[in-house]
């Protein structure tokens, strides 16, 4: 198996993984958002810690040479754009966990499909990246399908925006900070984020759960929902195309989408339909270029393959 395939089946289990987590969300639903952020960074944070203590000392070391060395940016703005990330991802799992707790999980769903888009957004605005009219005209369909839901649905929509805003900080970071190893980075942040939220701690007067149904789904989503898909999305990145990657992140909203219609049975009125139609369409012509290329790529290597047989 090459290094690429490798690649496409981290990318697609990752995403798959992250789709199913609203379940296991679903059966802390009865402990405070908070509380279950704080556990769950906790856990992440200690696992990564220990990883990164094992497997990458010595990269640890050389990333932080890197950084004092680096003339293009300055220890301070590097160190400032860490914490900012930190507070990206801490604050998407934040709103993530309560929209899906407390309002529903189709909103969180909804907000990984329009993350990509906001992403290219803000890469286009802040980084100067380009943006072809095609790719504009997407993102007017995206709009118009965001306006939809708020006419009815204002509240989901707004928290949406927030998990979606939120990760989209997170990642147009990660492209700005270069020349450090990702799993390192990572440690950091939760690091910082496990600074953030250690006050929350002590706001619950049972701020320890003794119900061990609770200990055994938060180990789970530290391990297998949150640390596993983290690991698998970074050899990902490493293995991939940032276009292939990028496409990979829709199978995460879904996933998500299946679940809440089939598990949770949550329902769906004919406005929504509408503009997740909309949005679906939005994203097919954003990433068009994208797909046609993998299509007729894929056509010729299956042409060739049945020459060779013939």
Same mark, same amino acid.
């Given at each position: 198996?090459?290094?690429?395939s490798?690649? %496409?089946i $981290? +990318?697609?289990? &990752?995403?798959?993984?992250?789709?199913f987590?609203?379940?296991?969300?679903?059966?802390?639903? @009865?402990?405070?958002?908070?509380?279950?952020?704080?556990?769950?960074?906790?856990? $992440?944070?200690?696992?990564?810690?220990l =990883?990164?203590?094992?497997?990458?000392? !010595?990269?640890?070391?050389?990333?932080l040479?890197?950084?004092?060395?680096?003339?293009?940016?300055?220890?301070? @703005?590097?160190?400032?754009?860490?914490?900012?990330? *930190?507070?990206?991802?801490?604050?998407?799992?934040?709103a993530?966990?309560?929209?899906?707790?407390?309002?529903?999980? !189709?909103?969180?769903?909804?907000?990984?499909?329009?993350?990509?888009?906001?992403? *290219?957004?803000?890469?286009?605005?802040?980084?100067?990246?380009?943006?072809?009219?095609?790719?504009?005209?997407?993102?007017?369909? *995206? $709009?118009?399908?965001?306006?939809?839901? &708020?006419s009815?649905?204002?509240g989901?929509?707004i928290?949406?925006?927030?998990? +979606?805003?939120?990760?989209a900080?997170?990642?147009l970071?990660?492209?700005?900070?270069?020349?450090?190893?990702?799993?390192?980075?990572?440690?950091?942040?939760?690091?910082?984020?496990?600074?953030?939220?250690?006050?929350?701690?002590?706001?619950?007067?049972?701020?320890?759960?003794?119900?061990?149904?609770?200990?055994?789904?938060?180990?789970?989503?530290?391990?297998?929902?949150?640390?596993? #898909?983290?690991?698998? =999305?970074?050899?990902?990145?490493?293995?991939?195309?940032? =276009?292939?990657?990028?496409?990979?992140?829709y199978?995460? #909203?879904?996933? *998500?989408?299946?679940?809440?219609?089939?598990?949770?049975?949550?329902?769906?009125?004919?406005?929504?339909?509408? +503009?997740?139609?909309? %949005?679906?369409?939005?994203?097919?012509?954003?990433n068009w270029?994208?797909?046609?290329?993998?299509?007729?790529?894929?056509?010729?290597?299956?042409?060739?393959?049945?020459?060779?047989?013939?």
């Amino acid at each position: 198996m090459t290094n690429k395939s490798k690649g %496409l089946i $981290a +990318a697609l289990s &990752a995403n798959v993984i992250w789709g199913f987590v609203s379940i296991a969300f679903r059966f802390l639903q @009865k402990y405070p958002t908070d509380l279950i952020l704080f556990y769950r960074i906790v856990i $992440a944070c200690f696992i990564t810690c220990l =990883s990164i203590s094992i497997f990458k000392r !010595k990269q640890l070391k050389q990333d932080l040479k890197n950084v004092k060395l680096n003339r293009d940016m300055p220890k301070m @703005k590097f160190w400032l754009l860490l914490i900012l990330s *930190a507070i990206g991802i801490t604050l998407n799992w934040f709103a993530f966990i309560y929209v899906v707790n407390n309002i529903n999980i !189709k909103s969180a769903a909804f907000a990984y499909m329009i993350c990509p888009l906001i992403t *290219a957004l803000g890469g286009f605005v802040l980084l100067k990246e380009e943006l072809s009219k095609l790719k504009f005209f997407a993102l007017g369909l *995206a $709009a118009i399908s965001i306006i939809l839901l &708020a006419s009815g649905f204002l509240g989901s929509v707004i928290w949406s925006g927030l998990i +979606a805003l939120f990760y989209a900080t997170f990642v147009l970071i990660q492209r700005i900070l270069k020349n450090f190893d990702r799993l390192n980075m990572l440690g950091f942040q939760l690091l910082i984020g496990l600074i953030l939220v250690s006050p929350l701690f002590f706001f619950h007067p049972q701020n320890i759960p003794t119900d061990l149904s609770f200990w055994l789904v938060i180990v789970l989503v530290g391990i297998l929902f949150t640390l596993i #898909p983290l690991l698998l =999305s970074l050899y990902a990145v490493g293995h991939l195309p940032s =276009s292939t990657v990028g496409i990979m992140l829709y199978v995460n #909203p879904i996933v *998500a989408f299946t679940v809440a219609f089939f598990y949770f049975h949550e329902p769906i009125v004919f406005k929504q339909i509408v +503009a997740y139609s909309l %949005l679906i369409l939005a994203v097919i012509i954003f990433n068009w270029k994208i797909i046609s290329k993998s299509y007729f790529k894929l056509g010729d290597k299956l042409k060739k393959e049945i020459d060779i047989a013939s």
